[in-house]
């Protein structure tokens, strides 16, 4: 049982980008990285909203297998089966990529399509699975959710794949925002935006809580009561994985987000997010999960993962000194079978998630620091060493 329950004034943290208050001064940016400089890239409210549109525009149809990670998010899953495709997973390695001969052996003649992930933003070696997937005249799709900015070998990912996934509202303190690049012509969303005006109000409010104590404590302390608030309404409404569902798949980006992604596309945006991590790898390296311990060129991090043995009261214990961690992909989707991936179900047993993003300042990775290296020196919370 977690025992300290006293808040200290701090300020507040969070993984998600935060939007900067200075943000309708800035003029807009020249810089367009990929896949948003491509003529056949499209924008939707959110990535699955992209899978279930362009799975058709690829040629899968209803009834094909595609063979996905049991490491997953799970909304990416929902939308697949929502496109009419038919999930096989695999499990992953020990370095999160496929392991080929697995995957030889769930091939079949109603496999159609390889689907990777680029973990947490870090490079999957996409050329080697685009090749593999051409000698066996399948497709290749890449899930580069939260991997928008980075590369493998100078391209960017989701270049390599016949469609590349990418949630911008990941990367930048957007409303929302999923972009989709294929091989193909693809339809425009066909539905109304929205405003996305609380959503954006709601990023600032994160920016300013990470700056200004004051605002920070009544972050952190309304955070839990807006959860249970949010976790009752869905009970309510007997919305069990609400995580997962794709809503109106039409759905474009807000007019927010649209106003706003010229003016805070950034390129030091990923430099800044390995700057980061390499600060927190340095202090807290010992406790990251191998295949994130080493940082590669073209990687543009999403988050800072921690392997620890009660996930749940470590983030407790940060919380209260204001760093908002997430317990990362603690649930698959439910079509899983669990017990059949090992890795996958230790992976999400035991990996939280803390903020890297590049609105970070100095202070703030310091205080994430203090607040890990406190919950670690507690005597309840074990740490899984990776050396
Ligand atoms: C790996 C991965 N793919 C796809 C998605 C779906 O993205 P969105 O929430 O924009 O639909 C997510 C969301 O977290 C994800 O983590």
């Known amino acids: ?9 701090t300020r507040s943290l969070l993984i998600w980008p935060s939007l900067p208050i200075d943000i309708y001064f800035r003029s807009n940016s020249d810089w367009k990285p990929f896949p948003l400089d491509q003529d056949n890239c499209r924008l939707y409210s959110l990535a699955r909203h992209a899978i279930c549109n362009s799975c058709h525009a690829l040629g899968l149809k209803s009834g094909d297998i595609i063979l996905v990670p049991a490491y ?10 929502e496109a009419g495709l038919q999930i096989r997973y695999y499990e992953v390695k020990e370095n999160l990529e496929p392991d080929p001969e697995e995957l030889q052996s769930l091939m079949s003649s109603g496999v159609r399509a390889l689907y990777i992930i680029h973990y ?8 080697y699975w685009r090749q593999w997937c051409d000698d066996r005249e399948i497709m290749l799709v890449e899930d580069a959710a939260q991997a928008f900015l980075a590369t493998h070998n100078g391209k960017p990912v989701g270049s390599f794949g016949h469609m590349g996934l990418f949630c911008l509202y990941k990367t930048y303190g957007l409303p929302d925002g999923g972009a989709v690049i294929a091989n193909v012509p693809l ?30 404590i009544i972050h952190i ?23 997962f569902e794709v809503g109106d798949a039409s759905s474009p980006p807000s007019s927010m987000t649209r106003y706003l992604l010229p003016k805070i596309l950034d390129e030091q945006t990923a430099h800044r997010r390995r700057e980061n991590y390499r600060f927190l790898l340095r202090h807290l390296g010992d406790m ?12 543009s991090p999403f988050a800072f993962p921690l392997e620890v043995v009660e996930p749940r009261e470590f983030l407790a214990r940060l919380r209260l000194r204001g760093v908002n961690g997430l317990l990362f992909w603690i649930n698959p989707h439910p079509s899983l079978p669990v017990a059949d991936f090992p890795r996958s179900k230790s992976l999400r047993e035991g990996v939280l998630a803390l903020p890297v993003h590049q609105e970070l300042t100095l202070e703030n990775l310091l205080q994430i620091v203090d607040a890990v290296k406190e919950a670690r020196a507690s005597s309840t919370v074990q740490v899984v060493s990776a050396g």
Do not use: C, Y
């Open 288 to 299: 990251v999960p191998p295949p994130f311990a080493f940082l590669p060129e073209g990687a």
């Open 187 to 216: 339809a425009p969303p066909s539905g109304q935006p929205k405003s996305g005006v609380w959503r954006a109000f709601k990023r600032h409010i994160n920016w300013i809580a990470s700056r200004r104590s004051e605002l920070g």
């Open 72 to 81: 997953h998010h799970g909304s990416e899953v929902e939308a697949l089966i």
């Open 221 to 243: 302390m309304l955070k839990p009561i807006q959860t249970k608030l949010n976790r009752s309404w869905n009970r309510l409404n007997k919305r069990t994985h609400i995580e």
């Open 120 to 127: 947490l933003g870090f490079p999957q070696d996409a050329a």
């Open 1 to 9: 049982m977690l025992k300290m329950r006293k808040i200290h004034p």
